[in-house]
C-alpha cells in the first residue's frame, strides 16, 4: 500500500489532454513539494515535474499543480511518446522518509 | 553534464550481503542530498534511503522496510554514495537506482537518475 494514491491508468488519445492526480495527506503533499517522475518500458526514471517548474528539456506541454493534498500532472496535446508510466513522489514528515504513490499507466490510443 | 553510474549489483543469497556503488560527476557533489531508490520486478517505486550533506551533518535516512539491514554512507572526496545491504531477503529483489537530490527544504526533489544496477536475492 502507498503512501500516495495514483490511478491505475488513464488514457487519452494524440492531442488530448490529460490529468494524472496523486492524493496524500497532511504530512506529505500538504507539506511539501511533490515531484513527478517518467518511466518509459521500464527505463531510467526521468524527471518531468517538481512543484510547477519544469526541468529544462521537457516540453511546456506537461503542468503541475497542487490543491490541499492532492498534487497533479498535466498533460497537453497528448503526444504518442508520452506514454509511460508516471510516479509522484515527495516526503513525508510523519514516516521521515521519502514516497512514492502507486504510478499511473498513461497510454496514448 | 550529471552522470549518476551505479555499480555492485549481482546475484546473491537470501542473508549474504551487498554494497552497492554510485558514482557522480559533473555537478558539486558535497552540496546534495543523495538518495537511493528501488524498484521491484514489475512493481514501482520504492524510496530506499538519503545520504544528507555535510551541511546537515552527513546524516543519513533508511526506509522502515530496510531499517536495520541497509546503510547509507558517502565520500566526498569520490564523489560517491554508497548502499551497504546486509541480511539480504528474496523481497529486495529489485533494480537499485542513485538519484540527486536538489532544490530547497520542503521543496527537494530527485532532479537526476542513475541507470540502475540490478540486485537479484536468490538461493
Known amino acids: 500500500q502507498s503512501a500516495l494514491t495514483q490511478e491505475a491508468s488513464v488514457s487519452g488519445t494524440v492531442g488530448q489532454t490529460v490529468t494524472l492526480s496523486c492524493t496524500g495527506n497532511?504530512?506529505?503533499?500538504?507539506?511539501?513539494?511533490v515531484g513527478w517522475y517518467q518511466q518509459i518500458s521500464h527505463g531510467t526514471p526521468k524527471t518531468v515535474m517538481f512543484g510547477n517548474s519544469l526541468p529544462s528539456g521537457i516540453p511546456d506541454r506537461f503542468s503541475g499543480s497542487k490543491s490541499g493534498t492532492t498534487a497533479s500532472l498535466t498533460i497537453s496535446g497528448l503526444q504518442p511518446e508520452d506514454e509511460a508510466d508516471y510516479y509522484c513522489s515527495t516526503w513525508d514528515y510523519s514516516l521521515d522518509a521519502g514516497v512514492f504513490g502507486g504510478g499511473t499507466k498513461l497510454t496514448v490510443l | 553534464e550529471v552522470h549518476l553510474v551505479e555499480s555492485g549489483g549481482e546475484l546473491v543469497q537470501p542473508g549474504g550481503s551487498l554494497r552497492l556503488a554510485c558514482a557522480a560527476s559533473g555537478f558539486t557533489f558535497n552540496n546534495h542530498f543523495m538518495d537511493w531508490v528501488r524498484q521491484a520486478p514489475g512493481r514501482g517505486l520504492e524510496w530506499v534511503g538519503r545520504s544528507r550533506n555535510r551541511d546537515h551533518g552527513y546524516t543519513t535516512q533508511c526506509a522502515a522496510s530496510v531499517k536495520g539491514r541497509f546503510t547509507i554512507s558517502r565520500d566526498d572526496s569520490k564523489n560517491s554514495v554508497y548502499l551497504q545491504m546486509n541480511s539480504l531477503k528474496i523481497e529486495d529483489t529489485a533494480i537499485y537506482y542513485c538519484?540527486?537530490?536538489?532544490?530547497?527544504?520542503?521543496?527537494?526533489?530527485?532532479?537526476?537518475w542513475g541507470q540502475g544496477t540490478l540486485v537479484t536475492v536468490s538461493s
Open positions: 497532511s504530512n506529505n503533499i500538504g507539506r511539501y513539494v
Open positions: 538519484a540527486r537530490v536538489s532544490g530547497i527544504p520542503g521543496e527537494r526533489f530527485f532532479e537526476n
